[in-house]
């Protein structure tokens, strides 16, 4: 009992600390439900290690209209139950009108609903899910959904002059979700799609699948994969003697591929997307990350991150430090604006566009096509 | 590329490795009237034992860590009994049931702690297939092929001509009347699991330089070789054998007429076929338990 009583008088100084520093408002606060433990974490202290960069510097030229930004950090665990209780702490405890959500499309998705209830904003840089942004017209993303994947990919099979491909795909709402758009935009381009294809996740015996992907010797063929599927699959190919210009998405662009199918992917070609390096926008960031973390090591999404606070910067001054003003406001800045991950202008969906480039595979090395 | 012939020998293929794997259960089920569900697991350790031999510090070459990786996928598989189902000789068939599928759990999740849940291989440079009448076959599926007649010839052949397979055959019909005459049920059991182990053992690692190792590789597996059992009636070898092939071959052809998705639909579809018109292949040995 006494162990109890002491428990409850100490949360409640925790609580009494929280709650104090929570009405000072000396600055402008913004939540970040990161994963800085669990199993993506490796992946969360590069995108705090980018959002950190972004406000030293927005700090150091003045903060937001003299008042500074301060970013309260909640770690989400790498799981949806933890990102949902994280997101509704900085909700609740900290008041906060807008939130850098968790990575992870489904752990992403899991949390939108509460911030849309909550009507407070909350933005992700990295979902690429396509329906990310449903929850509400409160939920924003900075980076590029694999809608336009769909659209790049076929894109890409026009301008290789491939007019009629097969398609592959891993039977689940992402693979379906990219089959829909990709044979929606190559039939507008007068394309013909031979065949639709899907085939389960993690399986050991694709054979058959290919042997009806590829009946009639098609020059190239469509495969939207994993990399665990990938792997057995262009393997399996490849030993059937399957010559076949495979074409994919972002999804299969890994080394681990590389490793896995050797040889049997020499020569495949996909789509990701990309931003240019030349810019000045890149070149500023990457001298400013060199000077403050002393290497060139920009983590995975660590741009896009980076871009994240500087637009929610911007909306905090143009419509106030409230969610409504900013949801409003991030209309207006995102116009136009050039980040280092190129053009961030919002579209109905409240997500951003991006240019897509092309990878294929020479020599066991992942590099761009020409 | 002849398109049926390929899928004729890619359903043979695949048949053989469920005929493998179902020979392994069908026996188990035989001796012991249960069906081991960690039987996909046994395949997949049995892989990984090989490659635990094959990577580093030990890095042997496969002709060397073959053996010692099947002695170790034995000695799992003698463990597996002694420790789990040993204790439940007498338990009813559902415990059995739920022993095995908590055992596969937590072999699954072993080789996940150890390993990772990632992809790997043993690293063997991949090649294309030899060409024949148009169809492509690598060395590694003609072992497998092989393989698997080698093993129901051994298996036939242990069962009706050696004194072991008619004392297996005793203790499958009545485990306390072959006690009463006098033989020796203890030994006849581990020897059934040697052998299932040994069939896991071989079966996991051609599977896995076929594809890749996985924790997952068994069980996916497993599923349709106890379709294969089924179909060929629970305890009879040649019937696990033809029982694969079938299923393998209806597979691989019924796909090129209806969508990949469905693959998987076609074996099951058997499996619920020949529960609903031969039941008695599995009530039956459950009324003589």
């Given amino acids: 009992m006494r162990k109890l009583t002491c428990l409850i008088i100490f949360l409640g100084i925790l609580m009494h600390f929280s709650i104090s520093s929570g ?30 960069l972004a406000v030293e510097e927005i700090n150091a030229a003045g903060g937001i209209k003299g008042k500074k930004i301060e970013i309260m950090y909640e770690d989400n665990k790498s799981t949806a139950k933890d990102c949902v209780t994280a997101v509704r702490k900085l909700i609740t405890v900290d008041k906060v009108p807008v939130i850098f959500g968790p990575a992870a499309s489904s752990n992403f998705m899991a949390a939108a609903p509460v911030a849309q209830e909550s009507k407070v ?22 980076f590029p959904s694999d809608v336009l994947q769909g659209k790049g990919i076929s894109d890409l099979c026009v301008r290789l002059n491939y007019k009629e491909v097969p ?32 085939y389960d996740e993690g399986k050991t015996d694709y054979r058959t699948e290919l042997i ?42 890994a080394p681990k591929l590389v490793e896995l199918a050797g040889k049997a992917i020499e020569g495949i070609i996909g789509t990701y997307p990309v931003f240019s390096q030349e810019t000045k926008e890149y070149k500023a960031f990457r001298a400013a990350w060199k000077k403050k973390y002393g290497d060139e090591k920009i983590p995975i999404f660590g741009e896009y991150n980076y871009d994240m606070v500087f637009l929610t910067a911007k909306a905090i001054e143009k419509g106030g430090y409230t969610s409504e003003g900013i949801r409003k406001a991030l209309f207006e800045v995102g116009k136009g604006y050039r980040g280092v991950t190129g053009d961030k202008t919002f579209d109905q969906d409240r997500g951003v566009g991006s240019e897509y480039g092309v990878w294929t595979v020479k020599d066991a090395q992942i590099v761009d096509y020409k | ?122 690293g063997f440079e991949i090649k294309r297939g030899m060409r024949f009448l148009g169809v492509s076959i690598t060395f590694n599926q003609i ?33 306390e009347l ?56 629970v305890g009879n070898f040649w019937g696990a054998f033809w029982g694969g092939i079938l299923i393998g071959l209806a597979e691989n052809l019924g796909v090129l007429v209806i969508s990949p998705g469905y693959k998987d639909a076609i074996a099951f579809g058997i499996m619920v076929l020949m529960l609903l018109i031969r039941p008695a292949t599995l009530l039956g040995s459950e009324e003589s338990s």
């Fill in chain 1, 121 to 142: 904003v909350m933005i992700s840089a990295e979902g690429a899910a396509p329906g990310l942004t449903k929850a509400g017209e409160y939920i924003f993303r900075v």
């Fill in chain 2, 143 to 175: 072992a497998i092929i092989l393989t698997s007649i080698l093993c129901i010839l051994f298996l036939y052949l242990l069962f009706h001509r050696s004194r072991i397979g008619k004392s297996m055959r005793a203790v499958s019909d009545h485990l």
């Fill in chain 1, 167 to 198: 398609i592959m795909y891993v039977n689940n709402d992402w693979g379906l979700g990219l089959k829909n758009v990709f044979v929606e935009n190559f039939k507008k381009a007068g394309g013909k799609v031979t065949d639709e294809i899907p």
């Fill in chain 1, 23 to 52: 009405t000072a408002q000396e600055t402008y606060r913004i939540g970040a439900a990161f994963a800085l433990s669990g199993s993506i974490a490796v992946y969360g202290e590069g995108f705090k290690k980018a959002v950190d």
């Fill in chain 1, 212 to 253: 009806r992907a590829t009946k009639g010797n098609p020059p190239a063929t469509v495969n939207l994969t994993y990399i665990k599927e990938g792997a057995v699959m262009f393997k399996q190919g490849y030993e059937m003697g399957i010559k076949t210009q495979w074409i994919c998405g972002s999804a299969a662009k």
């Fill in chain 2, 178 to 233: 072959a006690r009463v005459v006098g033989i020796d049920t203890k030994r006849t059991i581990r020897i059934a699991w040697i052998i299932s182990a040994l069939l896991a053992g071989v079966g996991g690692i051609l599977l896995a330089l076929d594809t890749n190792l996985q924790p997952g590789m068994g069980l996916i597996n497993l599923v349709k070789a106890f379709a294969a059992t089924l179909l060929g009636g």
């Fill in chain 2, 1 to 122: 590329m002849d398109f049926v012939l390929q899928s004729v020998l890619n359903g043979i293929l695949a048949g053989c490795i469920y005929a493998l794997f179902a020979m392994g259960l069908t026996l188990i089920y035989g001796v012991l009237n249960f069906v081991n569900f960690a039987h996909g697991e046994l395949i997949m350790w049995g892989a990984y034992f090989l490659y635990l031999l094959m990577e580093k510090p030990l890095s042997l070459p496969i002709s060397l860590a073959l053996p010692p990786a099947l002695f170790l996928t034995i000695l799992l598989g003698i463990g597996i009994d002694q420790f789990v189902f040993k204790p439940l000789r007498r338990a009813n068939r559902l415990t059995l049931l739920i022993a095995a599928l908590g055992l596969s759990f937590f072999l699954r999740n072993g080789a996940q702690f150890f390993w990772g849940a990632e992809i790997r291989t043993y």
